[in-house]
Each structure stands twice: as structure tokens, then as C-alpha cells.
């Protein structure tokens, strides 16, 4: 529907591991955030790419990394997952610059046992 | 102090009532305001911008409260399929749209 996939939509870890989830952005958008949403809270803002440069950071620790690619779609990274890091991740595309419309996927489901 | 706080309700209502909600945003520099919708397990998605001067889209009114930093969203003529969580939503900075969502606010309508 809005362009913005996401991959893999469920997946269970074990707390230690390091998990990779993939975003491909809508068509044209060159700017790609990704959010964490945990159970019963709203979304909260993980970081912001923009033309493969990170443009703003929330308040999550090193371990959550990424990356932007050249067809502007994105990577976040989690290392050391610990129980906590369960959650609604979401990805979410839009044109860069301000009053654009942002497009989000249907997100990935991430378990960490 | 959260930068969004909603009621998280959850709002019973029947069919065919009005329900109205607030959420208040602490970030006095934020300039864009939304209401996102999201349903059991999905993605948020759009609902409605929220403007200065108010605005509806159909059964949805939206108003907004720079003075008092608050934002409202009333529903007329409730349907089920307006069961859902009610996600408010301001950009972060003045001048991007890094976005801060509320918790959200339940609503339910019966039969």
C-alpha cells in the first residue's frame, strides 16, 4: 500500500544475539527513520537517515546502529539484544525536507528469549 | 516529563456517539501536528494534519492549542470501524519531521 517494505516481519533471538533488519523506502524517498514501538506504547524515535547520512539520533544506546545505501534503503542493526529490545520495529519513508508526507511499513515483529 | 501524553482511555462508546480526546505535547518549538490511527498489530497510518485554524475530515475534527500546547480529535457519529488506538503525533524540532508519538488512546465502539 505505501510503498515501504519491510523485512523479515517476525523473528524470535536470543537475548546476546545481533539482528539486522531491512527497510526498502518508497520510490523517490530519500529520507528513512526507524522506530521502536513496544507493547501497549506509542512509537519512539530511534534515528534518521538522510542520503545515507544519519540525521538525528533518540535516546537509544551504540548498540542500535545503521545504515543508509544508495537506493536509499536502510539497515538497522542491533547488537547484544537484550529482553527489552522485543518490540514493533518500524520503518518509516518520506521525501527529505520538512512538510512531506511519511509513509511507514507494516513493520518487523522482533522476540528476544 | 513524556514530550506526548494522552489518555489512554479506553473510550466504550455505542455506534453513533461523539467521542472526543486530548493529548498534550511539551515541546513548545514543534510546528506539525498529526493524529495517527492504529489498528491491533498494524502500522500507524494517517488519520488527519492538525492546522492552526482546526480542521475536519469528514467525521474528524481536529483542533489545535498553541497556548495551552494541546491538541484534540472529536469523532461524530462513532462507527466500529472507527475501533482502533488514536496515536497523537508532533515533529520533534521545528524544522523536520523527526516524530514524537503519544502512547495513544483506545477506542471502541459497540454495537
Known amino acids: 500500500e505505501t510503498g515501504v517494505t519491510q523485512s523479515p516481519t517476525h523473528l524470535i533471538k536470543t537475548r546476546g544475539q545481533q539482528v539486522t533488519l531491512r527497510c526498502s523506502s518508497q520510490?523517490?524517498?530519500?529520507?528513512v527513520s526507524w522506530y521502536q514501538q513496544a507493547l501497549g506504547q506509542g512509537p519512539q524515535f530511534i534515528f534518521q537517515y538522510y542520503r545515507e547520512e544519519e540525521n538525528g539520533r533518540g535516546n537509544f544506546p551504540p548498540r542500535f546502529s545503521g545504515l543508509q545505501f544508495p537506493n536509499y534503503s536502510s539497515e538497522l542493526n542491533v547488537n547484544a539484544l537484550e529482553l527489552d529490545d522485543s518490540a514493533l520495529y518500524l520503518c518509516?519513508?518520506?521525501?527529505?525536507?520538512?512538510?512531506?508526507?511519511?509513509?511507514f511499513g507494516e513493520g518487523s515483529w522482533l522476540t528476544v528469549v | 516529563r513524556k514530550e506526548v501524553e494522552q489518555d489512554p482511555g479506553p473510550f466504550n462508546v455505542p455506534e453513533g456517539a461523539t467521542v472526543a480526546f486530548n493529548c498534550t505535547y511539551s515541546n513548545s518549538a514543534s510546528q506539525s501536528f498529526f493524529w495517527y490511527r492504529q489498528d491491533c498489530r498494524k502500522e500507524p497510518k494517517l488519520l488527519m494534519s492538525v492546522y492552526s485554524s482546526g480542521n475536519e475530515d469528514g467525521r474528524f475534527t481536529a483542533q489545535l492549542n498553541r497556548a495551552s500546547q494541546y491538541i484534540s480529535l472529536l469523532i461524530r457519529d462513532s462507527k466500529l470501524s472507527d475501533s482502533a488506538t488514536y496515536l497523537c503525533v508532533v515533529n520533534r524540532a521545528s524544522n523536520d519531521y523527526k516524530l514524537s508519538f503519544g502512547a495513544g488512546t483506545t477506542v471502541t465502539v459497540r454495537a
Open positions: 520510490s523517490g524517498h530519500n529520507t
Open positions: 518509516a519513508s518520506s521525501l527529505g525536507g520538512f512538510g512531506n508526507t511519511i509513509y
